[in-house]
């Protein structure tokens, strides 16, 4: 007899794990289906391997400038393979906790492609077998791939994805990266501190282009001192392959030898055309279409993660879980703003924002001022050794309400979640105590800032 569950989810990223235990903690029978590794990219090669190789190029780095805080130590070199080592040993430890956390919340895991061939109708196939599985409610939670640049595919060899570039045997000499979003500056900065002579080239005029422009500024000049070179405004037309690496040829004539040729230019929704051709599934251009409530054109049929293109993050992910699982099992809830999901970027120095940037505020035509603080006048930054990077609030003067904070600095990917909670305030930030000496005093000046109340910041010309 074929079985059947109340929810049944295909993929088990962060969105699709999370919905399957949030569905079945809701009393809902649960399967999950996976065609791949539990944990989907977000866990096997994205989030975690990439911040575990991140972490490690950082503590080179510091070792490597320990003298200016007084320490003598020479000689700090990477051993590669300890490195890869840890990383995978971090990643199969979490992947074998969480397979261990879905089947302790009772979902039932099924290994294999799983394809919706109707409304509520699951096949799932693997390679020795074919199992058809019933769901009063299905939620897809596909994810995405890297898009490869037609002109020059990825052979997996040379011409790589980031997939690949979280495996690399050793530690290449020379990389060009094509695109300076966020994972192609993530890669530059654990390369370039093992030692690989990295360039990145964007097309953009800018880096991680969808933050302000005096972010992407700020991020190369720092790049510049781990010997990254920038190259914005620039396309790359060609990669001719030359035995063990290869010629980048750009659009202005210049070329570039490297070894490894890492393509990261965005990623693209996963879905079976089957399983759109056999629910008739709208799509969004390339992206699964879905309302607030991520429910799809297809009755009891829902979408979340990557493969609906709205955050390409995991913590998006996990919050589009959430509101589907919760429409899936008895209702309601809708999704909120997206502007309020903080974005993350774990470069040397780190990015982070949430809310709206001053330049969207400015094309909205929206009237705002901006408040800023230094992480140079800090005393924990200084006593730290990093001094690097700025604080901006956005505020909107009609309502005086925070529009948005943009960071840039060490450890402000963990700063970030307190910035959140003060998008849309008007609250008295003088009223809230900071610990000394902090770095969250930065954000505590920068928001003090933008209501004309700094304490610490130079008086402004007037
Ligand atoms: P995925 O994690 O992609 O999971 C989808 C799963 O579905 C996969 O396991 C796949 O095998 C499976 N699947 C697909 N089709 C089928 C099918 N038919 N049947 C069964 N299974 C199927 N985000 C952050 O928030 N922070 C970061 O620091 C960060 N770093 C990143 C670094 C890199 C190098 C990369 C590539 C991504 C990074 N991301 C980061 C993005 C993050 O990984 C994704 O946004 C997140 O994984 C999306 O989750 P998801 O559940 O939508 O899909």
């Known amino acids: 007899m074929t079985e059947r569950f109340h929810c ?5 990223g962060p969105g699709g794990y999370s919905a399957a235990i949030r569905c079945a903690q809701r009393g809902a029978s649960t399967a999950i289906i996976e065609k791949g590794l539990i944990g989907g990219t977000c866990l096997n090669c994205g989030c975690i391997p990439s911040k575990t190789l991140l972490a490690s190029a950082h503590t080179l780095l510091a070792a490597k400038n320990a003298a200016a805080m007084g320490i003598n130590l020479t000689g700090a070199t990477p051993d590669w393979p300890k490195i890869q080592a840890r990383k995978d040993n971090v990643v199969t430890t979490f992947r074998k906790g969480l397979t261990g956390l879905i089947q302790a919340n009772k979902v039932k895991i099924f290994e294999g492609r799983g394809i919706v061939t109707a409304p509520g109708q699951i096949k799932i196939e693997s390679a020795s077998s074919e199992t058809l599985i019933q769901a009063d409610r299905i939620i897809l939670a596909t994810g995405s791939e ?19 570039a979280l495996l690399l045997k050793q530690i290449p000499a020379s990389m060009v990266i094509v695109g300076g979003g966020v994972i192609g500056c993530e890669m530059a900065c654990a390369y370039a501190a093992m030692g690989t002579k990295v360039t990145i080239v964007e097309a953009l005029t800018r880096l991680i282009p969808m933050e302000d422009a005096w972010v992407g500024q700020l991020l190369a000049r720092e790049l510049k001192k781990l010997g990254i070179d920038s190259l914005t405004d620039q396309k790359v037309t060609a990669v001719e392959k030359t035995g063990q690496s290869a010629k980048v040829v750009l659009q202005s004539g210049q070329t570039i030898e490297a070894e490894k040729i890492l393509v ?29 409530k991520l429910r799809t054109n297809v009755i009891n049929t829902y979408a979340i993660g990557d493969v609906v293109g709205t955050t ?24 909120g703003d997206y502007d ?37 006048a800090n005393g924990r930054s200084a006593a730290h050794n990093e001094t690097i990077g700025e604080i901006r609030v956005v505020k909107e003067k009609s309502n005086n309400k925070i529009a ?37 005093e930065v954000l505590k000046e920068a928001v003090e800032d933008a209501f004309g109340v700094s304490l610490h910041n130079p008086p402004k010309a007037s």
């Not at 995991?314 to 008895?330: K, Q, R, S, Y």
């Not at 780190?350 to 940037?357: F, H, N, P, R, T």
């Not at 948005?404 to 910035?419: D, H, K, N, P, Q």
């Open 264 to 292: 990261s230019v965005g990623r693209r929704a996963t879905i079976d055309k089957e399983t759109v051709d056999a629910l008739g599934l709208q799509m969004n251009g390339k992206v699964v279409a879905v309302d607030k």
């Open 404 to 440: 948005g904070i943009t960071m840039v600095g060490a450890m402000v990917t963990e700063l970030i979640s307190a910035a959140r909670t003060l998008i849309g305030t008007k609250e008295k930030i003088t009223d809230i105590s900071f610990p000394h000496p902090t770095v969250s």
């Open 312 to 335: 390409y993050l995991a913590h998006g992910a996990f919050a589009e879980a959430e509101v589907a699982a919760i429409n899936a099992t008895g209702g309601p809830a809708e999704f």
């Open 146 to 164: 890297p898009i490869e640049i037609p002109a020059f595919p990825f052979d997996g060899q040379t011409i790589i994805s980031s997939k690949e």
């Open 340 to 376: 309020l999901i903080p974005r993350a970027v774990y470069t040397f120095p780190e990015i982070a924002s949430v809310g709206k940037s001053e330049e969207t505020c400015k094309a909205e035509g929206l009237d705002v001022s901006v408040g800023r603080s230094f992480f140079k």
């Open 8 to 12: 049944v989810v295909i993929g088990s």
